[in-house]
């Protein structure tokens, strides 16, 4: 029986990194694009950060509600 090996350019990519990958890119160019200062309001204090500090963090935020609705109830 001969195996058959498979060359780098028959291996095929799964969507899922395609899909990552590309999400990457575009964080880090809108990283890279919102690096002015802006003033967030947190309750009483005004913080002032980067644009892209802000985002970070409302995306983790975002990321955490996510996760606590939608996990399975048991």
């Given at each position: 029986?001969?195996?058959?090996?498979?060359?780098?350019?028959?291996?095929?990519?799964?969507?899922?990194?395609?899909?990552?990958l590309?999400?990457?890119?575009?964080?880090?160019?809108?990283?890279?694009?919102?690096?002015?200062?802006?003033?967030?309001?947190l309750?009483?204090p005004?913080?002032?950060?980067?644009?892209?500090?802000?985002?970070?963090?409302?995306?983790?935020?975002g990321?955490?509600?996510?996760?606590?609705?939608?996990?399975p109830r048991r």
């Amino acid at each position: 029986m001969v195996k058959r090996q498979e060359s780098a350019v028959t291996r095929r990519v799964p969507g899922r990194v395609v899909v990552g990958l590309v999400l990457v890119v575009l964080a880090v160019v809108l990283a890279f694009e919102n690096r002015g200062l802006v003033e967030v309001r947190l309750l009483v204090p005004v913080v002032t950060l980067p644009l892209w500090t802000a985002l970070a963090g409302m995306l983790v935020i975002g990321v955490v509600i996510g996760l606590l609705v939608g996990r399975p109830r048991r």
